[in-house]
């Protein structure tokens, strides 16, 4: 059963593991899960990064193992992000448990993808990642609950927004979160007070 964001933190204070899948439908909370696991990572020593494209066809899985095996001359520990398209394929999964297999504690595998269906959320690579590590699905926030979610993270800025401008925000964004984040950035810089 796939985790949610907001289960992501405490996961992420208690220890690293060596997989972390983040797929689902929301795309600003997939790229914070993304940041937070990275920044994580690098303040426990993980100082290499390498990202690899698996969206393209024809991606080569061995690559994986190829930079797990690799590592600079100056970084002891790496983070490898896989950017995956929708389709997860059996290659995708004999890849995944190979890693698993060779896992030796120096780097750390993010996955990351779109909306998954019922399928693919259920697949056997996702429960070998489960097994392991961390499967985060991140669910679309419905209408009524962005003004909410706004007014959530306008306190986190520092920001106090009544409940008819988190209504009026999230009716002139059109439930673009990332859109009403960005200009909620931009008042915390122009009203820090």
């Not at 950017?83 to 997860?88: A, E, P, S």
């Not at 009026?168 to 979160?177: E, P």
Request: aromatic residues 8%; glycine residues 6%.
């Amino acid at each position: 059963m796939p985790i949610k964001f907001d289960q992501l933190s405490p996961l992420l204070a208690k220890k690293l593991v060596p997989v972390y899948c983040v797929a689902g439908e929301e795309i600003l909370l997939l790229t914070e899960a993304v940041d937070a696991i990275r920044a994580r990572a690098r303040q426990l020593g993980f100082s290499e990064r390498v990202v690899l494209h698996g969206d393209t066809t024809g991606f080569d899985w061995r690559s994986l193992g190829q930079s797990t095996e690799n590592l600079s001359l100056f970084a002891e520990q790496k983070i490898i992000e896989v950017m995956l398209g929708k389709k997860i394929d059996e290659a995708a999964n004999q890849a995944i448990q190979q890693y698993l297999a060779q896992y030796d504690g120096n780097t750390v595998l993010i996955l990351r993808t779109g909306a998954l269906d019922k399928r693919q959320r259920e697949s056997a690579m996702m429960k070998t990642i489960e097994s392991a590590g961390v499967f985060l699905y991140a669910w679309a926030i419905g209408a009524e609950q962005i003004p909410q979610v706004l007014a959530q993270r306008a306190r986190d800025l520092g920001l106090w927004l009544s409940s008819a401008a988190a209504v009026q925000l999230a009716q002139r964004y059109q439930g673009n979160l990332l859109g009403a984040q960005q200009i909620l950035h931009r008042l915390s810089f122009l009203y820090p007070q």
